[in-house]
C-alpha cells in the first residue's frame, strides 16, 4: 500500500526550539511538496522540490524555515526558531512528474499537526 | 498567480440531498482542476479531477463541470450519505511552466442522516 509517511504525527515545543519534520515519499516518486494547513490561510505552499532539487521556496519564510531532501526517500522542513503563528498542519504530498506538467496527481501524507506554546 | 474562491465555506444537507460546492479561478491558463476530500485528522485526497479540454466528468455519485469561459467549476455529489461528511478542496494548475495546484479555502460538508 503506497502511501507518503510523515514523521511526527504530533509536536508540541516551546518557543524558540528548532523543529524538525520528517516525510518519506511513496517510492518513485520525484516531486514532493511541502504545504501549511491553518484555519485563516487554507493550504498554502511552501516549498516545492523535483527530482531532489528545489523548484520553488517562495511560500517559505526564509529567517527561519528551510526545507531540503538529502535522499530521494527523505524531505526535511526544519523552522529554527519556531513561534507560536507556526502552529498549523503541515502535509507533505508526492507525486511521479517527466517534463513541465505532473504525470500524477499529488499524494497526500496524513500530517505533521505542530503546536508551539 | 492563480486565486481560486470557493462557496459555500459552511454546507449542512440531509442525508439523500444533493450537494453542490463552487469554485471560480483567476488564471485561463489553468488547465488542470482537481478536487480533494479530507477527513478529521488525515490529509487531503483526491476525489475527482477534470481537464480544460472536457466541461463534465462523473464518478458514481460525483460528478464535477467546467466552465471555461466563466472560469468557474462545480463539484455535485448525489444521494448524500453521512460518510461524505468532510472539508472538501477544490484546486487549479496551470499549464504553463512548472505550476503548482493553488487550492480554494475549503467547504466543510455535514450530512445529517
Known amino acids: 500500500d503506497a502511501r507518503v509517511t510523515q514523521t511526527p504525527r504530533h509536536k508540541v515545543t516551546e518557543m524558540g526550539q528548532e523543529v524538525t519534520m520528517r516525510c518519506q515519499p511513496i517510492?518513485?516518486?520525484?516531486?514532493v511538496f511541502w504545504y501549511r494547513q491553518t484555519m485563516m490561510q487554507g493550504l498554502e505552499l511552501l516549498a516545492y522540490f523535483r527530482n531532489r532539487a528545489p523548484l520553488d521556496d517562495s511560500g517559505m519564510p526564509k529567517d527561519r524555515f528551510s526545507a531540503e531532501m538529502p535522499d530521494a526517500t527523505l524531505a526535511t522542513l526544519k523552522i529554527q526558531p519556531s513561534e507560536p503563528r507556526d502552529s498549523a498542519v503541515y502535509f507533505c504530498?508526492?507525486?511521479?512528474?517527466?517534463?513541465?506538467?505532473?504525470?500524477?496527481?499529488?499524494?497526500f501524507g496524513q500530517g505533521t499537526r505542530l503546536t508551539v506554546v | 498567480g492563480e486565486n481560486v474562491e470557493q462557496h459555500p465555506s459552511t454546507l449542512s444537507v440531509q442525508e439523500g440531498d444533493s450537494a453542490v460546492i463552487k469554485c471560480t479561478y483567476s488564471d485561463s491558463a489553468s488547465n488542470y482542476f482537481p478536487w480533494y476530500k479530507q477527513e478529521l485528522g488525515k490529509g487531503p485526497q483526491l476525489i475527482i479531477d477534470i481537464r480544460s479540454n472536457v466541461g463534465e466528468k462523473k464518478d458514481q455519485r460525483i460528478a464535477v463541470t467546467l466552465n471555461k469561459t466563466a472560469k468557474h467549476f462545480s463539484l455535485h455529489i448525489t444521494e448524500t450519505q453521512p460518510e461524505d461528511s468532510a472539508v472538501y478542496f477544490c484546486a487549479a494548475r496551470s499549464g504553463l511552466g512548472y505550476s503548482t495546484l493553488t487550492f480554494g479555502k475549503g467547504t466543510m460538508l455535514l450530512v445529517s442522516p
Open positions: 517510492l518513485g516518486h520525484n516531486t
Open positions: 504530498a508526492s507525486g511521479l512528474t517527466s517534463g513541465r506538467q505532473p504525470n500524477t496527481e499529488a499524494f
